[in-house]
C-alpha cells in the first residue's frame, strides 16, 4: 500500500467530531490516481527566515497539503468537510474547488462531490505564516559537546512559537527553528508548553534518548518529573501556600478552552506567593503542578480569582464576566444531565442549523454541541463565543475580510482565464508584495504584525527535576521584584 504523502491538514479536522454518514459503497483505488501536476507537483519548500522589529518572520511559500479520506470524511461533500475550517469561509473554499486550488484523486472537483474511501484530497495554498519573538533558541545543555552525553539537548522555548507544526504555523515551530539554526538532523521534545508559554524543553538526539525520556514524563517512573513553573497574576495573592485540587474538563475542544468542572479529571497545583507589586496589582507565584492537564496552572490561577494578568483566555472580562471566571462558570450555575441541551425547547424552536451549528441569532455564529462533552451554562456558552474571536485573531485569521479577497481573486480569474496557478499569479521575485491589505498572489487577507510583547503570556517554565537530572532556566525578567509592569500590558 502506498505511504501517505507528505503534508498535513493544518486544521486537525480528522479529530473533530461531525456529523454521522453512510459508508461509501465503494473506494478509489490508489493506483488509478493520476500523478499530480502544476502547483501540485511543487517540491517541498524550504524557509526563508528574516527578522523584522523584533520579530522572527517565514518569506511566504507555495505548500501542498495532502490527506487520503478518512473513515469519517467517506460519504461527506467536499464542501461540507472544507466548512468546518475557521480559517477562511465557506465561500472561499467553494471558489478554491471550482478553481482547481483544491483538488480531489488530482483532478478537479465540485462542492458537492461525495468523498469515497481512497481518495486523496489536496490543497495548495500560498502559506504565511504568523511571526514569533526574534532572536535565537537559548541552549542550556548541549549534549553534542565534548564531555556531555551526546543525547540530551535543553532550551529555552520562547513564548510565542509551538513546538510542532501546527494550523498556520509550520517553520515558525521550536523544532524547525532548532533545526535550521542549530543544524540538527533529528531532534524530539519530551514535556509541552503551550505556545504562548516560555520555558525550559527537554529534548533528545535520538530515539534511544526519547523514549527514556518519555518514560520520565509518561509516569513510567515511580518518582517522576517535579516541576515549576512562575507566573504574574492580577491581584494580591496569599501569602500562605494554596493548594488547587479542582477537576479540569475541556468546554470547547475547536477553541481550546478548559473550564473547573465536577466531571473534570483530577488535577492539583501548590502555588506560593515569590513577590507582590502593589502598583500594577499583580504577583508572582511558584506554581508546582501535580498533575498535568491542558492549561492546568492557568485555568486554576483563573478559578482562584487571580488569572495571569496578560492572558487573552483566561484573563478575559468579555468571556467571562466581572468575576474573570472566579469560582468556575459551572460553579453557581444549576446543572443538568450530561447530553441534556441547556436551552429550553422553546428557546431551541427559534434556532436554526447550517452545517452542523446552532445559530442563535442572524448573523451571528452558534454553537456546535458536538465539539463539547458537557451541558452549557450561559457563562460557558458566553466565553465560547467571545473566546472564538479571540483565537482567530490570535491564529492571524481575517475571514471577515474574505469576501474583498475573493473579488480580487475573481476578477484575475477573468483576465487569465479559469485555470488558476497561485505559483504565477504574480511576476518571480514579488510574492510578498501586498495592494490594500491583501497578498498579490493569493488574495489572503494580511493583518499588521503584533508587537513582540503581545505574543507571549507571563507563564515561564522554570524548572524540571528528577532523581537523575534537573534543569532550570533563570528567572524571566518579567518576574523579577524590581520590574516595572507596563500597565498596558495587563489585560480587562
Known amino acids: 500500500m502506498t505511504a501517505p504523502p507528505k503534508g498535513s491538514d493544518p486544521n486537525n479536522i480528522s479529530q473533530k467530531k461531525v456529523k454521522q454518514h453512510p459508508q461509501p459503497k465503494r473506494g478509489t483505488s490508489r493506483n488509478s490516481i493520476?500523478?499530480?501536476?502544476?502547483?501540485?507537483?511543487?517540491?517541498?519548500?524550504?524557509p526563508e527566515y528574516y527578522?523584522?522589529?523584533?520579530?522572527?518572520?517565514?518569506?511566504?511559500?507555495?505548500?501542498?497539503?495532502?490527506?487520503?479520506?478518512?473513515?469519517?470524511?467517506?460519504?461527506?461533500?467536499?464542501?461540507d468537510i472544507y466548512s468546518e475550517f475557521r480559517d477562511r469561509t465557506q465561500e472561499y473554499y467553494e471558489w478554491a474547488i471550482e478553481s482547481g486550488i483544491i483538488v480531489v484523486n488530482n483532478r478537479k472537483a465540485t462542492p458537492n462531490q461525495i468523498i469515497q474511501n481512497g481518495d486523496l484530497i489536496s490543497?495548495?495554498?500560498?502559506?504565511?505564516?504568523?511571526?514569533?519573538?526574534?532572536?535565537?533558541?537559548?541552549?542550556?545543555?548541549?549534549?553534542?559537546?565534548?564531555?556531555?552525553?551526546?543525547?540530551?539537548?535543553?532550551?529555552?522555548?520562547p513564548g510565542s512559537m509551538?513546538?510542532?507544526?501546527?494550523?498556520?504555523?509550520n517553520f515558525n515551530t521550536l523544532l524547525e527553528i532548532l533545526k535550521y539554526d542549530y543544524d540538527l538532523p533529528m531532534v524530539h521534545t519530551s514535556n509541552r508548553l503551550d505556545r504562548l508559554t516560555s520555558g525550559v524543553m527537554i529534548c533528545s538526539l535520538t530515539v534511544a534518548a526519547s523514549k527514556e525520556l518519555g518514560a520520565w514524563f509518561g509516569g513510567q517512573r515511580e518518582t517522576g518529573v517535579k516541576k515549576e513553573y512562575v507566573a504574574r497574576c492580577v491581584g494580591e495573592f496569599p501569602k500562605a501556600t494554596v493548594v488547587c485540587e479542582e477537576p479540569l474538563l475541556t468546554l470547547d475542544r475547536q477553541v481550546g478552552i478548559n473550564v473547573v468542572h465536577p466531571d473534570g479529571r483530577e488535577s492539583k497545583t501548590i502555588f506560593e506567593r515569590m513577590s507582590y507589586d502593589e502598583k500594577s496589582y499583580t504577583s508572582v507565584v511558584l506554581c508546582r503542578p501535580i498533575t498535568g492537564r491542558t492549561h492546568q496552572i492557568r485555568v486554576h490561577l483563573q478559578y482562584l480569582g487571580h488569572p495571569i494578568a496578560n492572558d487573552p483566555i483566561y484573563q478575559n472580562s468579555s468571556a467571562w464576566g466581572e468575576s474573570r471566571g472566579k469560582g468556575g462558570v459551572y460553579a453557581a450555575e444549576s446543572r443538568r444531565l450530561r447530553g441534556e441541551l441547556f436551552?429550553?425547547?422553546?428557546?431551541?424552536?427559534?434556532?436554526?442549523?447550517?452545517?452542523?451549528?446552532?445559530?442563535?441569532?442572524?448573523?451571528?455564529?452558534?454553537?456546535?454541541?458536538?465539539?463539547?462533552?458537557?451541558?452549557?451554562?450561559?457563562?460557558?456558552?458566553?466565553?465560547?463565543?467571545?473566546?472564538?474571536?479571540?483565537?482567530?485573531?490570535?491564529?492571524?485569521?481575517?475571514?471577515?475580510?474574505?469576501?474583498?479577497?475573493?473579488?480580487?481573486?475573481?476578477?484575475?480569474?477573468?483576465?487569465?482565464?479559469?485555470?488558476?496557478?497561485?505559483?504565477?499569479?504574480?511576476?518571480?521575485?514579488?510574492?510578498?508584495?501586498?495592494?490594500?491589505?491583501?497578498?498579490?498572489?493569493?488574495?489572503?487577507?494580511?493583518?499588521?504584525?503584533?508587537?513582540?510583547?503581545?505574543?507571549?503570556?507571563w507563564l515561564h517554565a522554570m524548572r524540571y527535576t528528577t532523581t537523575e537530572w534537573d534543569w532550570k532556566s533563570d528567572l524571566p525578567y518579567w518576574a523579577e521584584p524590581t520590574y516595572e509592569v507596563p500597565l498596558s500590558s495587563i489585560l480587562s
Open 34 to 46: 493520476p500523478a499530480p501536476t502544476g502547483d501540485f507537483a511543487l517540491p517541498p519548500p524550504t
Open 51 to 79: 527578522e523584522q522589529d523584533g520579530l522572527r518572520k517565514v518569506k511566504p511559500y507555495m505548500f501542498t497539503y495532502h490527506s487520503w479520506a478518512k473513515e469519517r470524511w467517506q460519504g461527506r461533500t467536499l464542501i
Open 123 to 157: 490543497n495548495v495554498a500560498h502559506r504565511h505564516e504568523p511571526p514569533v519573538v526574534a532572536g535565537p533558541v537559548k541552549i542550556i545543555y548541549d549534549g553534542r559537546l565534548p564531555g556531555n552525553d551526546g543525547k540530551t539537548l535543553v532550551v529555552e522555548k
Open 162 to 169: 509551538p513546538i510542532h507544526s501546527t494550523g498556520r504555523y
Open 343 to 457: 436551552m429550553s425547547s422553546e428557546q431551541e424552536k427559534q434556532r436554526t442549523s447550517r452545517d452542523g451549528y446552532t445559530n442563535v441569532k442572524e448573523g451571528e455564529e452558534g454553537i456546535d454541541r458536538k465539539q463539547h462533552d458537557l451541558e452549557l451554562t450561559e457563562g460557558a456558552e458566553r466565553a465560547i463565543r467571545a473566546l472564538r474571536g479571540v483565537r482567530d485573531e490570535a491564529d492571524g485569521w481575517a475571514r471577515d475580510r474574505d469576501q474583498e479577497g475573493l473579488e480580487m481573486a475573481r476578477k484575475y480569474q477573468e483576465q487569465v482565464g479559469e485555470a488558476v496557478e497561485l505559483s504565477k499569479t504574480t511576476e518571480e521575485g514579488d510574492e510578498e508584495s501586498e495592494e490594500g491589505g491583501f497578498c498579490r498572489k493569493c488574495f489572503t487577507p494580511l493583518i499588521p504584525d503584533p508587537k513582540p510583547e503581545q505574543l507571549f503570556i
